[in-house]
């Protein structure tokens, strides 16, 4: 088929992916392919969970929308779910951009200041502030004026450091950065931003939006390097599909974010906090052991495509993988052999082969998989 009357925004494969069951996804033609994608990290626990299917199956038939103006017991248990035993707060959103809006918005009015530094290779979303925040000129082009006091510096960087001043509302960087190639932050460089943001009384803002919901091994996967972000911002797998983004703030940000600052019709509505609750009550310590102990083997067998003469470098944690192509081959290409070998993959900014499986892939699929990647590399070099 192809698609005339929609804007073609998206550069989209041939084929139709139409049914999933567990980590399996199925096209229009029949053909299975074992999933490395989890859509783009959204389907964290694959496809057809029986616990998320029953909640929003029940909250279906009792209601699936209300507004803001009411209370709700499913925002309060999953914002209790979010936030665990730390002081904070959450303002619900539909998706990751929007988290990143919210963000942007409290920065300035908690502060009272305007500036915010961002990194460059950054993606934070496509709508107007958060795109303004985003480090890549490809996405922003021919989109301007964009949202003003916004500079952007190298992320990794000692020099970085000097940009964060007084005058700044909030620093705003993800812990790895995924659409721009699976860039790891360097841990003590992360400090080290943190407490340059604690003299200058700038807030903190961890985009989490790809890195969250144990993609890493961790809830968040500033958990995990050990840090205190002032703000944090969560989407794409929070749901496992259904459309939810999430803020979470310190509780001192509380008074700045009053009755009428900000809002949503839909965010929050019960259908996806259902399916939000789903997801977070199974993302327990337990589980995020065995997503750690998993991606231990997955990184053990990633060694091994160092050897590989197509292969620059090997990037990430946990299960949110980098393998970064030489310019001998397109990683399109190698997109597209892998899916006539019945593997589903990602690409990021710089030739980069992007693995997202989901969480509750098994060990020996997660190996299956890689030893497929193997193949296809090493039969391209
Ligand atoms: C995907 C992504 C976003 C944008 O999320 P949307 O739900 O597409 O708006 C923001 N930040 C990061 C780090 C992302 O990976």
Redesign the pocket.
């Known amino acids: 088929m192809s698609m005339t009357h929609v804007f073609p925004t998206y550069d989209r494969f041939d084929f139709e992916p139409i049914s999933g069951n567990g980590v399996v996804v199925t096209d229009d033609q029949g053909q299975d392919y074992l999933d490395f994608t989890s859509g783009?990290?959204v389907c964290n626990f694959g496809y057809e969970n029986t616990k998320i299917q029953n909640a929003v199956s029940v909250q279906l038939t009792k209601m699936w929308h209300i507004s803001n103006l009411y209370q709700n017991h499913l925002q309060e248990a999953v914002a209790e779910l979010l936030v665990g035993d730390e002081d904070k707060l959450v303002f619900f959103a539909?998706?990751?951009?929007?988290?990143?809006e919210a963000a942007l918005k409290l920065a300035r009015k908690a502060t009272g200041k305007s500036k915010v530094l961002s990194f460059n290779h950054?993606?934070?979303?496509?709508?107007y502030g958060?795109m303004s925040m985003t480090g890549n000129d490809h996405i922003k082009e021919g989109f301007a004026p964009l949202v003003p006091d916004i500079s952007f510096v190298d992320y990794n960087d000692e020099a970085s450091l000097d940009a964060i001043t007084d005058d700044l509302a909030a620093v705003i960087l993800?812990v790895i950065?995924?659409?721009g190639g699976v860039i790891v932050g360097d841990q003590d460089w992360l400090h080290a931003v943190q407490a340059k943001c604690k003299v200058t009384n700038t807030l903190f803002i961890i985009?989490?939006?790809?890195?969250g919901i144990g993609r890493t091994g961790y809830k968040f996967a500033y958990q995990g390097v050990g840090l205190d972000p002032d703000i944090v911002?969560s989407?794409?797998a929070l749901a496992n599909g259904l459309?939810v983004?999430a803020m979470i703030g310190k509780a001192n940000l509380g008074p700045a974010f009053g009755p009428g600052t900000h809002g949503s019709t839909f965010a929050g509505n019960p259908l996806t906090m259902s399916a939000a609750q789903a997801v977070l009550t199974q993302l327990t310590p337990a589980f995020l052991e065995e997503v750690r102990d998993k991606a231990a083997s997955v990184w053990d067998e990633l060694d091994r495509f160092d050897d590989l003469k197509i292969v620059n470098s090997v990037s990430g944690r946990g299960l949110m993988i980098g393998i970064h192509l030489t310019a001998d081959v397109a990683v399109n290409d190698v997109i597209k052999a892998l899916h006539q070998k019945g593997l589903l993959t990602l690409s990021a900014v710089g030739n980069t082969l992007r693995l997202l499986p989901p969480l509750v892939m098994s060990k020996s699929d997660l190996l299956s998989g890689l030893h497929t990647i193997y193949q296809v590399l090493e039969e391209n070099m």
């Open positions: 783009i990290g539909n998706s990751g951009t929007e988290a990143n950054s993606f934070h979303g496509r709508t958060s993800e950065q995924g659409e985009d989490e939006v790809q890195t911002t989407a794409k459309p983004g």
